[in-house]
């Protein structure tokens, strides 16, 4: 078996039925992390003995069909997610030297269901960036043309996917950092309802926005893993007790009466015309499939990138208080007084867009200006909030690009903020409403860049959105980068 194009389902089945063993497996992966991630700076921290160790550990079992869901699958997690031991720098010299003393809950899932975690992930400082241009320890490169990026901040998890370094990874989705490098990657990249996934162990960037969500090179992968860490959690307060189904199973393939809502109006200006036509396409063939396409409004969709801008910055603002040097994070050495000892560890210590970001969203949040910015942004959120749900109740699922443009060349917005915020604007309308969404490949521009179909639904009913995209997916199948950019065809 080709472990770089094999899912993590017919990895888990070899294990099981003894064609190959775990450490084999996990050889595999992480010789393919050797060979090609000076390439494509997808992967920080690589802990090959104890990878080696837990693998070896999984062929200890005398019984393989009792192995959990994710069994001998190799793993990256994005290093702003802790792993116990293993360096979480978050892509910031603040936290350079961060070996955490516990692993997030998700990471404790993972391991609980057999997969294997092999490393970090590369991803922006503080998963605060559309580009994964922002890491303090170099850019990630995107498989499919390695002049241009992955997309940000899950841009490591996404590129080691989608290059086959390995079959899942787990991202964190604030304002679309899963779903918009998926998308510019070709892999599938899911966003979950807010308080589907345990948030304890994911370094905080903005709390009410935070979740953390499953890149694969597949849908049914994708669902696996995210049924793996999602669930009420007495770690953190705000996971929901929602039962969590199984969605693999309810993958039918069949989206007959499936009501799909397109607010066409968005894409009338600043769209790439052929990330338009991708995703038009890929609504006729989900319209042959049986699913009905409708023109839907929704409302105040041009606020949120302000209101997320405004929201998100001000939690970061609050959330990064706490690396000064001595509670947490890089100290500044030679400083004899506190104040200055304070200065220097956070000017050294944190890079240009944080410093932007820590910067503005102390000024939303400060007397005098509080009322025109932060409490406007909540108020603006709450009609964007409004809009999706009123979407929602004349139809099952919402439809756009996921990115208005494919991947755009490394450089080309890193010193242009605003053009970098833009990025987000078909992503961030669903992480201020709370629902999920997800990004599925649906074309390649002549280009041979990969293009994203994003789909939104209601918040707990991730099931609509995976049998959606499932089906969508039996039709349009999964590309490799590659010469022909034509790997497989035919999902899982
Ligand atoms: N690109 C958005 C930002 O820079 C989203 C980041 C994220 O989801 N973590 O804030």
């Known amino acids: ?79 702003n997610i802790c792993t116990a031991g293993l360096t979480t720098t978050a892509g910031s010299r603040m936290l350079a030297d961060f070996a955490p003393p516990y692993s997030a809950t998700a990471v404790e899932r993972l391991e609980r269901a057999g997969a ?10 503080f998963a605060m960036g559309s580009s994964s241009e922002h890491s303090a320890f170099g850019p990630v490169r995107n498989p499919w043309d390695r002049s241009r990026t ?28 899963v779903r918009q490098p998926a998308a510019l990657c070709g892999c599938v990249g899911v966003r979950p309802t807010y308080g589907r996934v345990s948030r304890h162990g994911l370094v905080a ?37 929602a039962p969590v189904p199984d969605w693999e199973a309810a993958l039918d393939g069949d989206v007959r009466g499936c009501r799909i809502g397109v607010p066409r109006h968005l894409l009338a200006s600043g769209v790439d015309a052929e990330v338009s036509a991708a995703v038009t396409s890929a609504l006729e063939v989900l319209a042959s499939q049986g699913a009905e396409i ?42 004899r007084a506190l104040r200055a000892m304070y200065e220097r560890s956070r000017a050294e210590g944190f890079g240009a867009e944080v410093k ?88 390649l521009t002549a280009g041979g860049l990969p293009v994203g179909l994003q789909l939104a639904g209601r918040p707990f009913d991730e099931a609509t959105l995976f049998r959606v995209a499932d089906a969508f997916e039996r039709e349009y199948g999964f590309r490799r980068p590659g010469p022909s950019g034509a790997g497989r065809r035919g999902g899982a």
């Not at 443009?405 to 201020?432: N, W």
């Open 1 to 79: 078996m080709d472990g770089s194009t094999a899912t993590a389902g017919a990895l888990r089945a070899a294990f099981v039925d003894g064609t190959t063993t775990a450490t084999m497996i996990c050889e595999a992966a992480l010789a393919r992390i050797a060979s090609r991630n000076a390439e494509l700076g997808a992967m920080l921290a690589v802990d090959e003995a104890s990878a080696l160790r837990r693998a070896a550990a999984l062929d200890a079992v005398d019984d393989r069909r009792r192995a959990g869901p994710l069994a001998a699958v190799p793993v990256a997690v994005k290093d």
């Open 116 to 125: 294997i975690v092999v490393g970090k992930a590369n991803c922006d400082e």
């Open 150 to 177: 992955p997309g940000g901040s899950s841009g490591g998890s996404a590129a080691a996917v989608a290059a086959g370094l390995v079959p899942l990874a787990l991202g964190s989705d604030t304002g679309g950092s």
């Open 205 to 241: 960037f903005a709390s009410s926005l935070d979740q953390i969500g499953p890149l694969a090179a597949t849908v049914r992968d994708a669902a696996v893993l995210l049924r793996v860490i999602a669930g009420r959690d007495a770690f953190d307060a705000t996971t929901a007790s």
């Open 294 to 335: 409708r023109e839907i409004a929704l409302a105040h969709t041009d606020l949120a990138v302000p209101a997320y801008y405004l929201i998100a910055t001000a939690e970061a603002s609050s959330n990064l208080a706490r690396y000064d040097g001595v509670r947490y994070g890089h100290r500044a050495s030679g400083e």
């Open 356 to 443: 932007r970001r820590v910067i503005l969203g102390t000024f939303v949040l400060s007397a005098g200006y509080i009322d025109a910015y932060y409490r406007q942004a909540q108020q603006a959120r709450e009609q964007i909030t409004a809009g999706f749900m009123a979407a929602l109740d004349e139809v099952d699922l919402i439809a756009m690009p996921t990115s208005p443009t494919p991947a755009f060349p490394l450089g080309e917005r890193l010193h242009d903020p605003v053009a970098m915020y833009l990025s987000d604007v078909f992503t961030v309308g669903a992480s201020l409403a709370g629902i999920p969404a997800l990004s599925i490949p649906c074309g």
